[in-house]
């Protein structure tokens, strides 16, 4: 689940033991909602936690949710062959025993405030008989991942390479079926412009990239509306730490955090940000989110100061003559900024900060890539800088996994930068142990001010979530950090309901989006 994307519909499909609920509270168990498991018992020491699988809970292929695939699961989610971006955040969990056929035990290495939500909520449970059967090294490549079988409210229907996923009810579901019959995503990328105008057209019923152009035109239609929500996404333009050519070796720009900070002191962010979303983004406060309950919106950030950046690179050594490329024994200061090409507005920032990078003295190139390329790249830590955007754990600890050094030098990874500091990871260690969110809040403010000062990044957008809606269909809350998080209690009203050809609206769907916009299906279709 690399994407935003592929989780909408991946968590439709497979579920957790536990939901971590609205709140987002990840301390303690007191938030978290019956998934899988319907209870559970702590140990007296709080080192093991016994849950207790709803015994009415099956797979979509009719085979019951057992123990064994949730120890399963998380040894398949931990075995560095696998490289799971997630691992990191089991790392607390040591093993998981089977006690009888609908009891699993996690136990843990160390006791920690945040023990339920790593073994409850951050692994989405697998069955066994499916997918224990491929070995690790052919997993990726199996055509069984094509044709995904879970437990949740929805069942996977097809797929259709770059256009159109789709889902249906699961009306055998243990706790209760899809409310929407039929949910369709529709993958169009790079053509923001003509999914935008079949969303305004009432050719989709949901769009989740509302930009400033379009609010006048949603908010004038009387089929559609306007929901704001609170986000927990936010971009950044990491620089690689290891050399491109030979990803063995540092990055002889950008190994040394005195040269990354003068950058970041080039960018004028708040200027940037309100050129490209107008009111729509405000500058990133760093690797999280305003809505965060651990988040502190105090912390200091790398200030824009372009007359301090170049006396910062000139003192260490990348010197120019005016109007000319900085350079430091016959190296230039120059590098290439990597985006890609499904993104205006990634593409937008990128040619703003290549233009006040100029004016230092920094040569910077743009390469836009298709987003398959994009993600091969980011993995293969081939490129020199990219601009990201990041969807935050509900965890605060969920940066081990973008920013953590078990995550650096690891293929498959998520810490695409390769950014690794010991007092960074003991920060965060030491706030993963706090006893309550409050003191949490201060460790983890240590650990993000380390972070910022070292300038593995530099923090640019947070935006504001704004997403268009047909008024006929009535939406759960939307939550903070999916807002598909309740997309099986959407529903449309039976006496506003709109009879469809099964083709035609899948024809509609398939018109829909620039990334994923969304036609939940009417019943009576």
């Known amino acids: 689940m690399v994407t935003s994307q592929a989780r909408q519909v991946v968590e439709q499909i497979f579920e957790p033991l536990a939901d971590i609920g609205d709140s987002l509270n990840v301390f303690g168990d007191a938030a978290f909602l019956p998934r899988l498991a319907d209870s559970w018992t702590w140990a007296p020491d709080s080192l093991s936690i016994a849950f207790h699988l709803n015994p009415r809970a099956h797979w979509h292929d009719g085979k019951p949710v057992r123990a064994s695939d949730v120890q399963f699961t998380i040894s398949l989610c931990k075995n560095p062959a696998l490289a799971a971006p997630m691992a990191p955040l089991l790392s607390n969990i040591d093993s998981v025993s ?4 609908l009891t699993p035990v996690f136990w843990f290495k ?31 490549s199996s055509a069984v991942l094509r044709h995904p079988i879970g437990s949740g409210r929805f069942r996977f229907s097809r797929w259709i390479p770059n256009a159109t996923i789709e889902i249906v009810s699961n009306k055998e579901h243990y ?55 609170p ?21 002889p720009l950008f190994s040394d955090p005195a040269v990354r900070r003068a950058l970041t002191m080039a960018i004028d962010r708040a200027s940037i940000v309100k050129n490209v979303f107008d ?15 651990t988040s502190d919106t105090t912390i200091a950030q ?21 109007g000319a490329i900085r350079a430091n024994n016959g190296k230039q200061l120059a590098f290439t900024i990597m985006v890609p090409a499904s993104s205006q507005e990634r593409q937008k920032i990128a040619v703003l900060m290549q233009d006040e990078f100029k004016r230092v003295g920094v040569k910077v190139d743009i390469l836009s890539v298709e987003p398959n390329v994009f993600e ?32 650096a030098h690891t293929e498959g990874s998520k810490n695409y930068g390769d950014y690794a500091s010991s007092i960074f990871d003991s920060r965060v260690d030491s706030a993963l142990g706090a006893p309550s ?34 008024r006929r269909i009535h939406a759960a809350p939307l939550r903070a950090d999916a807002w598909w998080a309740h997309l099986a209690d959407w529903y449309v009203p039976a006496d506003e309901q709109i009879a469809r050809d099964h083709a035609d609206a899948a024809q509609a769907a398939r018109q829909a989006a620039p990334h994923a916009a969304s036609q939940p299906a009417k019943r009576g279709s």
């Open 437 to 470: 969110r409050s003191a949490a809040r201060v460790l983890y403010s240590r650990a993000f001010q380390t972070l910022i000062a070292d300038a593995p990044a530099i923090w640019l957008f947070e935006p504001r979530n704004m997403v268009g809606i047909e």
């Open 98 to 101: 089977v006690a009888d056929s």
């Open 110 to 140: 160390r006791r920690s405030a945040q023990e339920f939500y790593d073994a409850a909520s951050v692994a989405l449970i697998l069955p066994q008989h499916v997918y224990g059967a491929i070995p690790i090294a052919g997993m990726a």
């Open 175 to 229: 706790r209760a079926p899809g409310r929407l019959d039929r949910v369709i995503w529709t993958i169009a990328p790079g053509d923001f412009n003509a999914a935008a105008t079949r969303f305004l057209a009432g050719e989709a019923d949901f769009f989740e990239a509302v930009r400033p152009a379009m609010i006048p035109e949603i908010a004038k239609s009387p089929n559609l509306r306007l929901i704001e929500y």
């Open 279 to 293: 009111s729509l983004a405000i500058p990133s406060i760093g690797p999280t989110v305003r809505a965060m309950g």
């Open 376 to 407: 091969r790249q980011q993995y293969a830590h081939s490129f020199d800088a990219a601009i990201e955007t990041w969807l935050a754990d509900p965890s605060p600890g969920g940066v081990r996994e973008s920013w953590g050094s078990d995550a």
């Open 231 to 251: 986000g927990f996404k936010f971009g950044y333009m990491v620089f690689n730490m290891r050399d491109p050519k030979n990803p063995k070796l540092p990055n």
């Open 302 to 322: 790398i200030p824009y100061d372009p007359q301090r950046s170049m006396q910062m690179l000139d003192s260490l050594g990348w010197r120019s003559a005016p």
